[in-house]
T-cell receptor, first 112, second 114 residues
Protein backbone atom coordinates (compact mmCIF):
# COMPACT_ATOMS: atom_id res chain seq x y z
CA UNK A 1 0.00 0.00 0.00
CA UNK A 2 1.36 3.42 -0.96
CA UNK A 3 2.17 5.34 2.18
CA UNK A 4 4.84 7.28 4.04
CA UNK A 5 6.90 5.43 6.62
CA UNK A 6 8.95 6.71 9.52
CA UNK A 7 11.42 4.82 11.68
CA UNK A 8 11.99 4.49 14.52
CA UNK A 9 8.57 5.12 16.06
CA UNK A 10 10.11 5.89 19.47
CA UNK A 11 13.71 6.74 20.35
CA UNK A 12 15.41 7.52 23.65
CA UNK A 13 19.03 8.61 23.39
CA UNK A 14 21.69 10.31 25.46
CA UNK A 15 22.84 13.90 25.07
CA UNK A 16 25.55 14.38 22.47
CA UNK A 17 24.63 11.37 20.35
CA UNK A 18 24.21 11.58 16.60
CA UNK A 19 20.90 10.28 15.28
CA UNK A 20 19.16 9.91 11.94
CA UNK A 21 15.39 9.75 11.65
CA UNK A 22 14.28 7.86 8.57
CA UNK A 23 11.41 8.80 6.26
CA UNK A 24 10.43 6.97 3.09
CA UNK A 25 7.39 7.28 0.86
CA UNK A 26 6.11 4.93 -1.82
CA UNK A 27 3.66 7.38 -3.40
CA UNK A 28 6.06 8.88 -5.93
CA UNK A 29 5.63 12.35 -4.45
CA UNK A 30 8.11 15.04 -5.40
CA UNK A 31 7.79 17.17 -2.29
CA UNK A 32 8.73 16.12 1.23
CA UNK A 33 8.71 17.90 4.58
CA UNK A 34 9.82 17.57 8.19
CA UNK A 35 7.75 19.04 11.00
CA UNK A 36 8.48 19.27 14.70
CA UNK A 37 5.43 18.97 16.94
CA UNK A 38 4.99 18.75 20.68
CA UNK A 39 1.99 16.42 21.23
CA UNK A 40 -1.23 18.05 20.07
CA UNK A 41 0.44 21.39 19.55
CA UNK A 42 1.45 23.50 16.55
CA UNK A 43 3.18 22.00 13.54
CA UNK A 44 6.54 23.70 12.96
CA UNK A 45 8.16 23.26 9.54
CA UNK A 46 11.89 22.62 9.93
CA UNK A 47 12.95 21.36 6.48
CA UNK A 48 11.45 20.72 3.06
CA UNK A 49 12.47 19.47 -0.35
CA UNK A 50 10.93 19.93 -3.79
CA UNK A 51 12.86 17.07 -5.34
CA UNK A 52 16.17 15.24 -5.55
CA UNK A 53 19.12 17.39 -4.45
CA UNK A 54 16.76 20.16 -3.31
CA UNK A 55 16.57 21.02 0.40
CA UNK A 56 15.41 24.17 2.18
CA UNK A 57 15.19 25.31 5.78
CA UNK A 58 11.72 25.83 7.14
CA UNK A 59 10.17 28.43 9.39
CA UNK A 60 11.52 27.07 12.65
CA UNK A 61 15.25 27.24 13.22
CA UNK A 62 16.62 23.76 13.70
CA UNK A 63 20.05 22.28 14.37
CA UNK A 64 19.16 19.30 12.19
CA UNK A 65 20.15 18.65 8.59
CA UNK A 66 18.44 16.75 5.77
CA UNK A 67 19.37 15.18 2.47
CA UNK A 68 17.40 14.14 -0.61
CA UNK A 69 19.48 11.79 -2.73
CA UNK A 70 16.53 9.66 -3.80
CA UNK A 71 12.95 10.76 -4.48
CA UNK A 72 11.48 8.37 -1.95
CA UNK A 73 13.90 9.00 0.93
CA UNK A 74 14.27 12.12 3.12
CA UNK A 75 16.27 11.42 6.30
CA UNK A 76 16.79 13.96 9.07
CA UNK A 77 20.02 14.00 11.09
CA UNK A 78 20.87 15.53 14.43
CA UNK A 79 24.66 15.68 14.82
CA UNK A 80 24.58 16.18 18.59
CA UNK A 81 21.27 15.61 20.35
CA UNK A 82 20.24 17.81 23.30
CA UNK A 83 17.30 17.63 25.71
CA UNK A 84 15.76 20.63 23.88
CA UNK A 85 15.39 18.34 20.83
CA UNK A 86 12.88 16.21 22.71
CA UNK A 87 9.74 16.31 20.60
CA UNK A 88 7.78 14.48 17.93
CA UNK A 89 9.09 14.66 14.37
CA UNK A 90 6.59 14.22 11.54
CA UNK A 91 7.52 13.61 7.93
CA UNK A 92 5.08 14.45 5.13
CA UNK A 93 4.94 14.34 1.36
CA UNK A 94 2.83 15.81 -1.42
CA UNK A 95 2.53 15.91 -5.15
CA UNK A 96 3.48 19.09 -7.01
CA UNK A 97 0.33 21.09 -7.69
CA UNK A 98 -1.93 18.81 -5.67
CA UNK A 99 -1.77 20.68 -2.37
CA UNK A 100 -2.66 18.10 0.28
CA UNK A 101 0.00 16.47 2.44
CA UNK A 102 0.21 12.86 3.63
CA UNK A 103 1.88 12.52 7.01
CA UNK A 104 3.91 9.69 8.43
CA UNK A 105 3.19 8.29 11.89
CA UNK A 106 6.04 10.26 13.41
CA UNK A 107 9.11 9.59 15.54
CA UNK A 108 8.83 10.49 19.19
CA UNK A 109 12.34 11.48 20.30
CA UNK A 110 13.44 11.80 23.91
CA UNK A 111 16.94 13.06 24.67
CA UNK A 112 18.10 12.38 28.22
CA UNK B 1 5.05 36.50 5.10
CA UNK B 2 2.22 34.02 4.92
CA UNK B 3 0.08 33.64 8.01
CA UNK B 4 -2.90 31.52 9.05
CA UNK B 5 -4.80 32.30 12.24
CA UNK B 6 -7.09 29.70 13.78
CA UNK B 7 -9.76 30.11 16.47
CA UNK B 8 -10.68 28.93 19.00
CA UNK B 9 -7.68 27.09 20.42
CA UNK B 10 -9.95 24.84 22.49
CA UNK B 11 -13.62 23.97 22.02
CA UNK B 12 -15.93 21.79 24.08
CA UNK B 13 -19.24 20.74 22.60
CA UNK B 14 -22.07 18.57 23.88
CA UNK B 15 -22.49 15.37 21.91
CA UNK B 16 -25.00 15.91 19.11
CA UNK B 17 -24.40 19.64 18.89
CA UNK B 18 -22.45 21.40 16.11
CA UNK B 19 -18.85 22.63 16.22
CA UNK B 20 -17.36 25.45 14.15
CA UNK B 21 -13.67 26.26 13.78
CA UNK B 22 -12.57 29.39 11.92
CA UNK B 23 -9.38 30.35 10.11
CA UNK B 24 -8.15 33.48 8.36
CA UNK B 25 -5.25 33.72 5.92
CA UNK B 26 -3.07 36.54 4.71
CA UNK B 27 -2.23 35.83 1.06
CA UNK B 28 -5.14 36.57 -1.26
CA UNK B 29 -3.50 34.38 -3.93
CA UNK B 30 -3.95 31.23 -1.83
CA UNK B 31 -6.18 28.78 -3.67
CA UNK B 32 -6.26 25.56 -1.65
CA UNK B 33 -7.44 25.08 1.94
CA UNK B 34 -7.28 21.65 3.61
CA UNK B 35 -8.34 20.59 7.09
CA UNK B 36 -6.52 17.94 9.09
CA UNK B 37 -7.67 15.90 12.09
CA UNK B 38 -5.11 14.57 14.54
CA UNK B 39 -6.30 12.07 17.11
CA UNK B 40 -4.27 11.49 20.24
CA UNK B 41 -0.99 9.77 19.42
CA UNK B 42 -1.73 9.57 15.70
CA UNK B 43 -0.68 11.35 12.54
CA UNK B 44 -2.62 14.32 11.11
CA UNK B 45 -5.04 13.11 8.45
CA UNK B 46 -6.76 15.09 5.72
CA UNK B 47 -10.52 15.14 6.33
CA UNK B 48 -11.77 17.70 3.84
CA UNK B 49 -10.38 20.37 1.54
CA UNK B 50 -11.67 23.18 -0.64
CA UNK B 51 -10.30 25.05 -3.61
CA UNK B 52 -10.87 28.71 -4.27
CA UNK B 53 -13.30 28.20 -7.13
CA UNK B 54 -16.05 26.97 -4.77
CA UNK B 55 -17.64 28.49 -1.68
CA UNK B 56 -18.71 25.36 0.18
CA UNK B 57 -18.03 21.65 0.25
CA UNK B 58 -19.74 18.91 2.26
CA UNK B 59 -18.86 15.36 3.18
CA UNK B 60 -21.50 13.74 5.41
CA UNK B 61 -21.31 15.55 8.79
CA UNK B 62 -18.38 17.74 7.80
CA UNK B 63 -18.51 20.91 5.71
CA UNK B 64 -16.06 23.66 4.85
CA UNK B 65 -17.00 27.18 3.74
CA UNK B 66 -14.72 29.70 2.08
CA UNK B 67 -15.08 33.46 1.83
CA UNK B 68 -12.31 34.65 -0.50
CA UNK B 69 -13.20 38.31 -0.16
CA UNK B 70 -12.81 38.21 3.61
CA UNK B 71 -9.97 35.65 3.41
CA UNK B 72 -11.49 33.25 5.87
CA UNK B 73 -12.67 29.67 5.86
CA UNK B 74 -14.44 27.53 8.42
CA UNK B 75 -14.93 23.89 9.35
CA UNK B 76 -18.41 22.82 10.43
CA UNK B 77 -19.08 19.50 12.15
CA UNK B 78 -22.73 18.63 12.74
CA UNK B 79 -24.23 15.98 15.04
CA UNK B 80 -20.92 15.62 16.85
CA UNK B 81 -19.85 12.25 18.21
CA UNK B 82 -17.19 11.23 20.76
CA UNK B 83 -14.88 10.10 17.94
CA UNK B 84 -14.79 13.68 16.68
CA UNK B 85 -12.64 14.57 19.70
CA UNK B 86 -9.22 15.49 18.30
CA UNK B 87 -6.99 18.42 17.36
CA UNK B 88 -7.99 20.04 14.08
CA UNK B 89 -5.60 22.05 11.89
CA UNK B 90 -6.55 24.33 9.03
CA UNK B 91 -4.03 25.22 6.34
CA UNK B 92 -3.63 27.45 3.30
CA UNK B 93 -1.45 26.85 0.28
CA UNK B 94 0.97 29.69 -0.40
CA UNK B 95 3.00 30.06 -3.58
CA UNK B 96 6.35 31.87 -3.60
CA UNK B 97 8.29 32.19 -6.86
CA UNK B 98 6.67 29.03 -8.18
CA UNK B 99 7.29 27.05 -5.01
CA UNK B 100 4.22 26.12 -3.01
CA UNK B 101 3.79 24.96 0.56
CA UNK B 102 1.09 24.76 3.18
CA UNK B 103 1.03 27.07 6.17
CA UNK B 104 -0.86 25.55 9.09
CA UNK B 105 -2.98 27.18 11.74
CA UNK B 106 -2.11 26.66 15.38
CA UNK B 107 -4.75 23.98 15.93
CA UNK B 108 -8.06 23.61 17.78
CA UNK B 109 -8.49 20.97 20.46
CA UNK B 110 -12.10 19.79 20.14
CA UNK B 111 -13.62 17.83 23.00
CA UNK B 112 -17.03 16.19 22.63
CA UNK B 113 -18.80 15.85 25.96
CA UNK B 114 -20.93 12.66 26.14
Amino acid sequence: EADIYQTPRYLVIGTGKKITLECSQTMGHDKMYWYQQDPGMELHLIHYSYGVNSTEKGDLSSESTVSRIRTEHFPLTLESARPSHTSQYLCASSELGAGGYTFGSGTRLTVV
Amino acid sequence: GENVEQHPSTLSVQEGDSAVIKCTYSDSASNYFPWYKQELGKRPQLIIDIRSNVGEKKDQRIAVTLNKTAKHFSLHITETQPEDSAVYFCAALFTNFGNEKLTFGTGTRLTIIP
